[in-house]
């Protein structure tokens, strides 16, 4: 049975950062691997399972998102994030950005499988 998810993911994260703060860790900006409405994985980590971390996310056009998450995964390649405490507001950020990086990443397969199709 295929793995059913909670929420659509993304994984053309190329211009996110997550920033961490917990205890015992140096704060530092960490490669976003995927986004969706619930949670983020981040490059490296190895925090403890079940941890609660406070968090910034920071990306395009001023994109920026804060709060608390806990520790679902974690490992010395990524760590996995659910988001604890995002609003309705917040929620809706997330959703926009996700949708913004889904056309553009629709746009570029496009022009890349179109001949004369110009993103400039």
């Known amino acids: 049975m295929p793995l059913m998810r909670r929420h659509l993911r993304i994984a053309d994260t190329q211009d996110l950062w ?8 140096h704060e530092a900006a960490d490669r976003v691997l995927n986004l969706s ?17 406070s968090f910034e996310l920071s990306g395009p056009r001023e994109f920026r998102f804060a709060g608390l998450a806990e ?4 490992s010395k390649r990524a760590t996995g ?12 950020e997330i959703e926009d950005l996700i ?3 889904i056309r ?6 496009s022009a890349s499988t179109t001949p004369g199709l110009y993103l400039g």
């Not at 997550?18 to 860790?25: E, H, Q, V």
């Not at 409405?37 to 971390?53: K, P, Q, R, T």
Request: proline share 2%; hydrophobic share 45%; no cysteine.
């Open 71 to 74: 520790v679902a995964h974690s």
């Open 104 to 109: 553009r990443q629709l746009l570029e397969s």
């Open 81 to 92: 994030l659910r988001f604890l405490d995002a609003d309705a507001s917040s929620a809706r």
């Open 37 to 53: 409405e619930g949670g983020v994985a981040i490059v490296g980590g190895e925090l403890d399972v079940g941890a609660i971390v």
């Open 18 to 25: 997550a920033r961490l703060r917990s205890p015992g860790r």
């Open 99 to 101: 949708a913004t990086l």
